[in-house]
DNA sequence: CTGATTGCAAACCGTTTGCATATCA
DNA sequence: TGATATGCAAACGGTTTGCAATCAG
């Protein structure tokens, strides 16, 4: 039911971040790599803060901007995405190529599973097709009260 | 392939934005029913921004702040719902129950298409029973290139 | 060397809030 | 009359930007 997880290895996902930075003709600096190996090891779903918050306990003198920035150039690199799931705060997860996925979302504790459904995925092309769209993106959410906060209640 | 509009009537909007303000013992102000009159008249996907421009016309002393309170109080009265199809700003639409569509947005031109999918829903419905979760709203949002700008690129 | 990057603080921008004044019931 | 609503301006909070100092290549 769930999803197989990236095999990835840190060393490699930074490895792929440095080829990116070289081939673009950036600078590789220490910030960037442990914002860029923060955000792997955290797994999916990270926020600015919370990525921000880690990476100061090894740069004390990092700043947000810095954070952000770097971000941002991990999705323009196509090494990361972001979603929207609360209107107040963007939120980060690896983005792999062929491994579309969507997300439920806990309304209480805010956890986030994702998945894959291959036919919901069919019928949205449909519809799009039906009216006369070139289908770029989509997004779709589910939002719920998952299985564990059912027992607190 | 379209949905069926709201039949009611400038009117009937009003008077049931009426009917909830006495209710629940609010006041009616001329502020308030020209905001709500506008956002009825203008139709669904409606900016707070956009709304306030019209209503300035007719009150030139109202205020952003009346806006964005008169447009809580419809989505608090459900007369109205809010989407979030771009981070930046948030839009409202007419709100009417058991009547459930998503959307289909163009990137180029912003123009909003609306579908209902009983099929797609019922397949949401079913990731969320198979993942435990007790589902409360979801949210899916196609988007890509409308005719109208295929045609002229 | 020198152009890219950083850290800081200030700017941004949509949204919300505090408060004195005006208004509805 | 008395509580509610308004308009204004200031606050908020996440994000972005300008800039001088720093650093990678």
Avoid: W
Avoid at 55 to 73: C, D, F, M, N, S
Avoid at 103 to 126: G, M, N, P, T, Y
């Amino acid at each position: 039911m769930g999803i197989e997880k990236s095999m990835m290895t840190v060393d490699e996902f930074i490895d792929r971040f440095c080829a990116v930075v070289r081939e673009r003709g950036l600078r590789l600096t220490n910030q960037r790599i442990a914002v860029v190996r923060h955000f792997f090891q955290q797994g999916h779903h990270v926020t600015v803060d919370s990525l921000y918050q880690l990476v100061l306990k090894e740069h004390p003198q990092i700043g947000y901007a810095t954070v952000y920035r770097t971000l941002k150039l991990l999705v323009e690199c196509s090494l990361a995405q972001t979603h929207q799931f609360d209107k107040n705060r963007v939120c980060f997860e690896l983005y792999e190529e062929h491994e579309h996925h969507d997300h439920i979302i806990c309304v209480e504790c805010s956890k986030i599973i994702e998945f894959e459904h291959a036919e919901i995925e069919r019928l949205q092309d449909q519809v799009a097709e039906d009216h006369g769209f070139l289908l770029t993106t989509h997004r779709m959410e589910l939002y719920g009260i998952c299985p564990d906060c059912q027992k607190k209640a």
